[in-house]
């Protein structure tokens, strides 16, 4: 291949490893092979009925022509709606964009604020794309560690420190994937203040918000103060909550000369979100939400069900999420003993030999961990959980 074919952009990324697993759980099952993967970051529910029939009845009515670049205004005025409902937080039109997806908003977003060796802070451990996308638009990643000890949370503290002059921005994954933590009033209040005091855009990725468990509710930190307010972007969107993954629906909200570029940028690539699915958000957020909540509670039972089994795996060490529908456990000690080096080795032996697709958490920048989806049906997750044990149990030299 001519050296000079691709772009230096493109040469430096790094493929998604919840993507490539899948992937190859996917092969294995072609094959023949009884895999169960716990890899896919999408609910295993099919999207509510009645959002698939105002879609059906919208290309009915002839709904299949280009709309607005950034959206309808029946759905922006949904969202809008969403927030005033959600989070008591005013946002007018024109500082709501719609998406394909809240990949493609994020992608937006980045492409919109970055210019070269902009800094944008990245606590760990992160979701596998927020530094691919920071790179694609010439920024440059600062990853801060959010320490088990702290439920896998920043402080103020440490964002004072990573703070340069180039500092741009940081994100805010709350609830988190892949962690499911989720931070209090209090700890966005610290973290905001320090944003404030240095000009630093707080990009709040919200897509789990509807996800929650136990006492701790999901807290939009631009819903605390208007000043926040001010120096916030909202990411979100009805993939998560709505189980429309595949709908590729996704939005932002604030600033308006934001907002206005990323339309801008939309309007050269995608035209606009797809005009159907629009119309099964539009659904999704006027209709009925009790499906919303009938999902959420049946992920909240799958986790009671199946945390105490996982945590007591030989070598294994997991905090009990508060969202989201992903388990993080630390596993190094289990990896050791089975006689590897990296938890990436571990996780490959996994799949081969007790054919459980696990995600490696060297993709989320956290060596130690391997993620698991418990967006799968309780039966295979436990059985799921039984294999590791066995392998777990076979392999270490604990055991020996």
Known sequence: M?????????????????????AKAKELKAQGVDVIGLGAGEPDFNTPDHIIE???????AGETKYTPAAGTADLKKAVSQKFEKDQHIAYSPDEIFVGSGAKHVLYCLFQAILNEADEVIIPTPYWVSYPEQVKLAGGTPVYVEGKESNHYKITADQLRAAATEKTKAIIINSPSNPTGMIYSKEELSSLAE??????????????????????????????ISEEFKKQTIIVNGVSKSHSMTGWRIGYAAGEKAIIKAMTNLASHSTSNPTTTAQFGALAAYTGTQQPVEEMRAAFEGRLNQVF??????????????QGAFYLFPNVKEA???????TVDEFAADLLEKANVAVIPGSGFGSDDNIRLSYATDLKSFKEAIKRIAAYVNEHSSASD
């Open 335 to 341: 990896a050791v003993s089975c006689g590897f080096t």
């Open 2 to 22: 001519n050296k000079h074919l691709l772009a230096d952009r493109v040469k430096a990324l790094t493929p998604s490893s919840t993507l490539a697993i899948t």
């Open 54 to 60: 105002a879609a059906y009845e919208s290309m009915k």
């Open 308 to 321: 105490d089994s996982l945590n007591a795996i030989q070598g294994f060490r997991c905090l009990k999420p």
């Open 194 to 223: 320090v944003c404030v005091e240095n000009n630093i855009l707080m990009v709040s990725d919200e897509i789990y918000e509807k996800l929650t468990y136990g006492e701790e509710k999901h807290i939009s930190i631009a819903s």
